[in-house]
Nanobody, 125 residues
């Protein structure tokens, strides 16, 4: 498995921006499709965004489309989530995840075989 460590979370006012990072170690990073998920208090974890192994293809949940951007730097073994125009409903613990099997990432948690510990994002109203 690949080990994942998220960073960049924090408290931000509504309308603000944050950039999350997820640093990977262990298995070859470029061999993994990567995803971001989030879990708000009292809710199930949900898909946010995903990126293919080479970074050519990206996918977004409808709720973040146009506001969030996922990217990766395979030379740095890092995937990013740039979040803009943040809303209070974006408040959640954000997790990055790696899928070592598929060329095309999915929105389903079960297809990801490595997970980070999460980073808290809080958006004030």
């Amino acid at each position: 498995q690949v080990q994942l460590v998220e960073s960049g979370g924090g408290l931000v006012e509504a309308g603000g921006s944050l950039r999350l990072s997820c640093a990977a170690s262990g298995r070859t990073f470029s061999g993994n499709a990567m995803g971001w998920f989030r879990q708000a208090p009292g809710k199930e974890r949900e898909f946010v965004a995903a990126i293919s192994r080479a970074g050519w293809n990206t996918y977004y949940a409808d709720s973040v489309k146009g506001r969030f951007t996922i990217s990766r730097d395979n030379a740095k073994n890092t995937v990013y989530l740039q979040m803009s125009s943040l809303k209070p409903e974006d408040t959640a613990v954000y997790y990055c995840a790696a899928d070592s099997t598929r060329l095309t990432p999915t929105m389903r948690e079960a297809t990801y075989d490595s997970w980070g510990q999460g980073t808290q994002v809080t958006v004030g109203s």
